[in-house]
Each structure stands twice: as structure tokens, then as C-alpha cells.
């Protein structure tokens, strides 16, 4: 999993506080993929983007979720009044090119909600 | 709705012995498959893939099977290690509008014993 970094690998935040989870992609990939892992379950797609650009964001919840990936900087999953349900691993994929290539992951960040 | 499905959530296996893994989908719309290895508080890590022109695809001791017809796959190990014991996950592609979008499984538990 060398390349992508993602921060901070465990998070705790209580019922109501924002969580900010941060992804730098492997050296050259432009394209970053976000997933959820709830217990006992497979990785969900929540959104991916490019270098400025929400390209498909179709797994994000409507609300209180967010990303960005800014022309400078990581990329980074914002989760606004976190509540309970949000506690989960969140995993941070990259791609050189928008394809069938293979995604490599990140070692994700465990959030956890008290 | 499960589009991708590994029925198996675990498995155990004489270590020396061979390991099969199954994966059944869906959607008739896949074209590519890959097969992803996770060990805990890791990401997972890319194992090998199979285009939808092929049946099969071999690399080393892992060996991936493409059944169109019974929209079936299965990764084949042999001999089994115990470095092998990791959750096996499998993903299906399809072109979502103009983009490429990862479906998973929910994953099966290897345990190769000694």
C-alpha cells in the first residue's frame, strides 16, 4: 500500500463534531476514489474525483458528506454532525488514468463516533 | 441489490492444499474483474484481474476463472500459504455514463491452517 497516504488512521469525534479524513494520491495518479467499509461488509464507492472536479459522487450520502481535491493538496472527505452510523473505515483509492486500471488503496482511517 | 456477491463470508484451508474463492454478479454489463487482498488495518492490495474476452488468467500460484455464461468467477491459489490468509475480496467494472465504477463484494475470510 506504499503511495497512498491517508491521515489520520484512527479518528474519534463525538455525536455533532465535524471529521476531516485526508487522502494524498500515489505520485502521478490524478484520480481519486473514496470507499466506506462498515463491519462485516464489502467497500461501498462513495465518490471520485479528479484535480478539481467531483467527477461521480453517487455513493455520497446527500447530506453532511462532502470531498474535495484541490489543485494543491490532499484530498480530503469532510463529514459534517457526525452521528453514530458514520463510524466506519474509509478508504482512499488512486489511478493514474480514468479506467479499468487498478486502484491502489490507502491503509484507511478508522472512524470512530462516541 | 447485490450486484456482487461472495456467498462464502470464510474459509479454511489445509496449508499445501488449494483455495477457491467465488464470486457470482449480476450485471451482464461488467467487463472486468479484479481481485483484491486485504489484510487487517490495511488497505486492500491489488491481486489480479480478468477482461470479460477472457476465461482465465494466471499469475504465479493465483489463478483467476471467468464463467460469462453463469456470470461466475473464481480465484484459484495453489499451493496455499499461510501468508495467504487475508480477506479476498472481488470487484467488478462497468462504465457507469462516462465513468468506470468498482462494485464489491462483501469478502471472504481465508484461514490457511498448518
Known amino acids: 500500500n506504499a503511495g497512498v497516504m491517508q491521515n489520520p488512521r484512527h479518528l474519534v469525534r463525538r455525536r455533532g463534531q465535524e471529521a476531516r479524513l485526508r487522502c494524498s494520491p500515489m505520485?502521478?495518479?490524478?484520480?481519486v476514489y473514496w470507499y466506506r467499509q462498515l463491519p462485516e461488509e464489502g467497500l461501498k464507492f462513495m465518490v471520485y474525483?479528479?484535480?478539481?472536479?467531483?467527477?461521480?459522487e453517487s455513493g455520497m450520502p446527500k447530506e453532511r458528506f462532502s470531498a474535495e481535491f484541490p489543485k494543491e493538496g490532499p484530498s480530503i472527505l469532510r463529514i459534517q454532525q457526525v452521528v453514530r452510523g458514520d463510524s466506519a473505515a474509509y478508504f482512499c483509492a488512486s489511478s493514474p488514468t480514468e479506467s479499468n486500471q487498478p486502484q491502489h488503496f490507502g491503509d484507511g482511517t478508522r472512524l470512530s463516533i462516541l | 441489490d447485490q450486484q456482487v456477491k461472495q456467498n462464502s463470508p470464510s474459509l479454511s484451508v489445509q496449508e499445501g492444499r488449494i483455495s477457491i474463492l467465488n464470486c457470482d454478479y449480476t450485471n451482464s454489463m461488467f467487463d472486468y474483474f479484479l481481485w483484491y487482498k486485504k489484510y487487517p488495518a490495511e488497505g486492500p492490495t491489488f491481486l489480479i484481474s480478468?477482461?470479460?474476452i477472457k476465461d482465465k488468467n494466471e499469475d504465479g500460484r493465483f489463478t483467476v476463472f471467468l464463467n460469462k455464461s453463469a456470470k461466475h468467477l473464481s480465484l484459484h491459489i495453489v499451493p496455499s500459504q499461510p501468508g495467504d490468509s487475508a480477506v479476498y475480496f472481488c470487484?467488478?467494472?462497468?462504465?457507469?455514463?462516462?465513468?468506470?465504477?468498482?462494485?464489491w463484494g462483501a469478502g471472504t475470510k481465508l484461514i490457511i491452517k498448518p
Open positions: 505520485k502521478g495518479h490524478s484520480h
Open positions: 470487484a467488478a467494472s462497468a462504465r457507469v455514463d462516462s465513468n468506470y465504477q468498482l462494485i
Open positions: 480478468i477482461s470479460s
Open positions: 474525483l479528479q484535480k478539481e472536479n467531483i467527477i461521480d
